[in-house]
Nanobody
Framework: VQLQASGGGLVQAGGSLRLSCAASGRTFSSYVMAWFRQAPGKEREFVGFIKWSGGSTNYADSVKGRFTISRDNAKNTVWLQMNSLKPEDTAVYYC???????????????????WGQGTLVTVSS
């Protein structure tokens, strides 16, 4: 499985960006696709996830109501729409995927098998 994240860039506070994660290598119907981020000097933290089958989502409290994860099954692509961006959203954003993940564990980095290379989002004040 390969994940290719893209869409990062520089945006002013209050602006929007949409990140994409293109997946390839196998079928993903049983997979969970997640986004994490890592700011300089900080640990990687959970942003949100979407279940490939059914499309249910879950978000970190820090992004709830501002970020939305969606997917396109035909394109094997997951998006992270980020609105009302804040300087504290500045980080490298990673997409990740795995299978057999129970919801109570889905916020932990260790349960994800595959990771994209990361894309940098910088929010200026």
């Amino acid at each position: 499985v390969q994940l290719q994240a893209s869409g990062g860039g520089l945006v002013q506070a209050g602006g929007s960006l949409r990140l994409s994660c293109a997946a390839s290598g196998r079928t993903f119907s049983s997979y969970v696709m997640a986004w994490f981020r890592q700011a300089p000097g900080k640990e990687r933290e959970f942003v949100g996830f979407i279940k490939w089958s059914g499309g249910s989502t879950n978000y970190a409290d820090s992004v709830k109501g501002r970020f939305t994860i969606s997917r396109d099954n035909a394109k094997n692509t997951v998006w992270l729409q980020m609105n009302s961006l804040k300087p504290e959203d500045t980080a490298v954003y990673y997409c990740a995927s795995g299978t057999g993940i129970i919801q109570s564990m889905a916020r932990q980095t260790r349960v994800y098998t595959y990771w994209g290379q990361g894309t940098l989002v910088t929010v200026s004040s």
